[in-house]
């Protein structure tokens, strides 16, 4: 299971940070991603962390947006710096193929 948390009403410019609590995968073991999907779009991924700890990121966040991992919590977190409307979004987390179960996800909305 995979609960992701963190999200609210942030201004344009604002920053959140996002928490994925895992239980039964563990986050160090394999690729793990944050995703977000915004109403009428389709889901997209927006960062990814390796095993080894290596990171992506979709061009549109990059520089704003930082994925990590905390092994010993089996956690992985997103942090959002200066927020854009279009980053509005429900925010996910999964596997890099996305094949464990979806969570509820976690609403971020910027807006003034």
């Known amino acids: 299971q995979l609960q992701a948390s963190g999200g609210g009403l942030v201004q344009p410019g604002g920053s959140l940070n996002l928490s994925c609590a895992a239980s039964?995968?563990?986050?160090?073991?394999?690729?793990m991603a944050w995703y977000r999907q915004a109403p009428g779009k389709q889901r997209e991924r927006v960062a990814q962390i390796t095993k080894a700890g290596n990171t992506g990121y979709v061009e549109s966040v990059k520089g704003r947006f930082t994925i990590s991992r905390e092994n010993a919590k089996n956690t992985m977190y997103l942090q959002l710096f200066r927020l854009k409307p279009e980053d509005t979004a429900v925010y996910h987390c999964?596997?890099?193929?996305?094949?464990?179960?979806w969570g509820q996800g976690t609403q971020v909305t910027v807006s003034s």
């Open positions: 039964g995968i563990a986050v160090s073991r394999s690729t």
């Open positions: 999964n596997n890099l193929f996305g094949t464990a179960p």
